[in-house]
Each structure stands twice: as structure tokens, then as C-alpha cells.
């Protein structure tokens, strides 16, 4: 930069000079304890904003959600239009075995509808706090450019004087060290909102997959059971087909469990660094 007294900001862009002489004409000896209080006061709402909006607590919910589904599939076996062995299976004809598995699969379809379309909502609620989020983080990154113009002035303002043997520091030091801390707490959060996003992203394209899934494997009961069109005079289940199918929407469910787990541990991991960076503000 052109003032070596402004070398502190590293890598940062250099301060607006307009903006400068703007701040350094209002300058007040009375106010030096509050000098670039509302340039503070921005940035430690910005990042509690980033605190508040990055938590996911309805992953929780999602987890639930999953692993109900997972239950419902569990217990919609192909293996029951198979003959009963024994006497129960001299009284089971075979109609009425596929007409219970149908009603069964009826529940099953309508509950695991529901689960999908709630999961498809949390998915467009994930897409929501990403876009929420990237707009606080765009706001805390203006924050810092803001910082780092008030910091340049009270570097200007401290040329000179530096403290005596026998003179306490000059007040705008601790002012120039309170925006300091407040400048590398608002750093410090823009790479864990991302971190937040990424964590979101992650588990919403597991839960996409799970919604999906449940459409395909849906169709394709639907059509084992003769439900699909025109009914058949006699319908004959694939059940290797519809096993298949049911074992890979389970599989789906267990990643996507597995992925809202570590989306879950990784979002409170984020949350307790935003709240360590915003302690000492």
C-alpha cells in the first residue's frame, strides 16, 4: 500500500481513500471510544445473523422421517403373497393373499408418500437457507471492508503516538484492538457458513435421492400388483422385481441416514465455532 502505516491488513483490499478522508473529517477526540461503533455494531449482527440462520434443526426431524419410512418399507415383504405353509395355507387362496398385500401396500404407498413430499420440503428448505446464507455472508465480507477502512484511519490518527515511559496509551489503541477482534471474528465466519452450506447440500441431496426413490419404487409395485392401467384378469407379482426394487429404496434410506448424520454432527460442529467466534464481541 501506499502508507506503510497501513501494512496490518495483509492481503485485504486497500482501503477506499474517499471513504477515508470521508471518516477522518468527522473525526471527534470526544468520540475516540466509540469510533467505528456502527461498523462494529454491523458486523456483530451480521455474524449472529450467520450463527442463527445456520442452524439446521430440522435435520432431527428429517432423521425421524427416514427412519419411519425405513420401518414402513421393512415390514412390506413380497415374501407374504408366497403360500402359507401348514394348515393356514389349505384357507389361503391366492386372490385373497394378493388382496391383503394389496391393502397393505396401499398404507405403505400413502405413508411413504407423505414421507417423500415432506423430505422434498426440507430439501427446498435447505435450498432456502443456502440463499439466506449467502447473502449474510455477502454482508459480513462488506463488514470487514468497512472495518478495514475505520482501521486504516485510527492507523493514520496513531502515527506519532506511540506511548512514553511515563504516558498511558492513547485510547484509540484499545479502540483500534476492539475492531480488530471484531474484524477477524467476522473473517473467521465466512469459511464456516460455507462450511454450513456444504454440510446442507450434502444431506439435501440425500433426502432428493430418498424422494425420488419412493416415486420409482412406487411405480414399479404398482404395476407388480396389476394396479397400474388396466387390471389384468390374472395378476402374477414379480416379486424378484419388486424385492429389488425394495431393497434398493432401503438402501437409499440408509445413506440418506448416514448423510443426515454427518450433516447433523457437522452443523454442530459450525455452530459451536460461530459461537466461540462470537464470544469475545
Not at 443456502?130 to 475505520?150: K, N, Q
Not at 396389476?226 to 402374477?236: C, D, E, F, Q, S
Request: charged fraction near 30%; hydrophobic fraction near 45%.
Amino acid at each position: 500500500m501506499a502508507d506503510g502505516a497501513y501494512r496490518w491488513l495483509g492481503n485485504a483490499p486497500e482501503p477506499d481513500a474517499q471513504r477515508m478522508a470521508e471518516i477522518d473529517s468527522a473525526w471527534d477526540d470526544a468520540e475516540v471510544e466509540a469510533f467505528a461503533e456502527p461498523a462494529r455494531a454491523a458486523a456483530v449482527e451480521r455474524i449472529e445473523r450467520a450463527l442463527v440462520t445456520s442452524r439446521a434443526g430440522d435435520l432431527a426431524e428429517a432423521s425421524a422421517r427416514l427412519s419411519h419410512a425405513r420401518s414402513v418399507l421393512d415390514g412390506l415383504d413380497p415374501v407374504a403373497l408366497e403360500p402359507r405353509r401348514g394348515l393356514a395355507g389349505l384357507f389361503d387362496s391366492r386372490n385373497a393373499r394378493l388382496n391383503r398385500f394389496r391393502e397393505t401396500w396401499s398404507r405403505a404407498s400413502a405413508s411413504l408418500g407423505e414421507a417423500a413430499a415432506d423430505l422434498s420440503g426440507r430439501v427446498d428448505g435447505a435450498g432456502r437457507r443456502s440463499s439466506a446464507l449467502d447473502g449474510v455472508w455477502i454482508e459480513i465480507r462488506d463488514a470487514v471492508t468497512d472495518l478495514d477502512v475505520h482501521l486504516a484511519v485510527a492507523a493514520r490518527r496513531l502515527i506519532g503516538t506511540g506511548p512514553t515511559a511515563d504516558a498511558p496509551p492513547h485510547p484509540l489503541e484499545a479502540r483500534r484492538a476492539a475492531l480488530e477482534i471484531c474484524r477477524a471474528a467476522a473473517l473467521q465466519s465466512l469459511p464456516l457458513i460455507r462450511g454450513a452450506q456444504s454440510a446442507d447440500a450434502r444431506a439435501a441431496e440425500a433426502l432428493k435421492a430418498c424422494a425420488d426413490g419412493v416415486a420409482t419404487w412406487r411405480e414399479d409395485w404398482k404395476d407388480a400388483l396389476g394396479l397400474a392401467g388396466k387390471r389384468p384378469r390374472k395378476v402374477r407379482p414379480d416379486r424378484e422385481r419388486m424385492a429389488r426394487v425394495r431393497d434398493e429404496l432401503m438402501a437409499r434410506i440408509d445413506r440418506a441416514l448416514a448423510g443426515v448424520t454427518a450433516s447433523r454432527a457437522r452443523h454442530v460442529e459450525i455452530e459451536g465455532r460461530m459461537t466461540e467466534v462470537r464470544r469475545p464481541l
